[in-house]
């Protein structure tokens, strides 16, 4: 799926025409002057190889910025094999985020291959990085790690985070759901599970339920307290709670990790971007603009603490009444607007419909049933598995490199606790 660039609201501005070579971002550029090279770079923080774990500027894979008097850019990404399964994953977050700069009003993007001291250079960095400064969590390296966040509340984001891993499940995967509002948890409700968590080896064992050939694994707040009593925790033991759950757990192999954020930008969110840098955001939003707005503002966070924006979901798009009549009941194009401001692709849009709230109060996801609810959730996770955050094998690459130092790093620390050393310790320094 292309990654959209063109901007909310520029449809009144005349187009210009690209030049040889280059590919247009849209029917219509961005208004402003055509930003410089350091503002080029800037965005391109905010993209990050999910294998290696940093941003490719940092990492030294862009080079050669060139900004035209009219907005034309051209830049360099060189990545380190030719066969690399995350080219079109980075070559699209390239495009988008640097499309999306006001004042530009094309990219033309040359890819490359490192050589071998470049590529030496790379692994150093990433390995140091790795070593020095993430966390060990029970999380496997090779799980594609998802935060689902909102910005703002009663946007329907735990419905949709519970129906994407079920439709993923579906597809025979092992997912994991982390539900991260932990004064808001729903997710146990709208998935039928309940039951207290056990401890195995002092860490904490998530409920299981088989979905067809897939599982999902599931750990909650909702396991731990009285659903009829308030959550009242400040955010100190937010963050700690939530790091308990990645650290302190057996998840056990999992091919992706589904996180339900509370909304904000709070701690929270800052504390799972400092555990697993590797997170990357799949903003919910509605219709209207003020849901947008917001909606911007956690990708704004997201981007501060270089977390790939991997793409926007649209909920409650429009209704359609039982005779056939369509009503855009909240307005319209409120994902596709925010999926163009960022750069980023519009995953899909989940018609507002009765169903989504029975399931879930009768603990049965829509995603398991038949209709245009389940429909939309299987295309969706699709789209996801096979686009948006595709499992990259781990036999080749870098990625079964940054395998063997994420166990290393998990053995230091663990060696670390049985000494004494106080749980959590590694990852506060």
Known sequence: MAARSQAAGGGDRPARSAPSGAAPLGSTPLSGPPPGEEDVLARLRGVVDPELGDDIVDLGMVRGVEVSEEGDVRLEVALTIAGCPLRAQIERDVRGS????????SVALSIVQMDADQRAAVMARARWKAREHAPATAVPPRARVLAVASGKGGVGKSSVTVNLAVALACRGLTIGVLDADIGGFSVPRLLGMEGRLEARAGKMVPLERRITDGVLRVLSMGFLADEDRAVMWRGLLLGRAVQQFLQDAHWGDL???LVDLPP??????????RMLPRTEMLLVTTPPVAAQRVAARAADMARRGYLRVAGVLE?????????????ALFGSGGGERLAAELGVPLVGSIP???????????????????????AVFTDLARTVAEDIAPLVETSGCTARLLEAVADAVAGRVDGAQRRGAPAGAAGDR
């Open 98 to 105: 640097v499309g999306a700069i006001p004042g530009v009003r």
């Open 255 to 257: 091919d992706y990790l």
């Open 264 to 273: 904000g930008t709070g701690d929270v969110q800052m504390g799972l971007a």
């Open 315 to 327: 909920n409650m798009s429009d209704f359609t009444c039982e005779h056939g009549t369509t009503y």
């Open 352 to 374: 507002l419909h009765p169903d989504m709230a029975a399931a879930g109060d009768a603990g049965e996801p829509v995603a398991l049933g038949e209709g245009e609810l389940a």
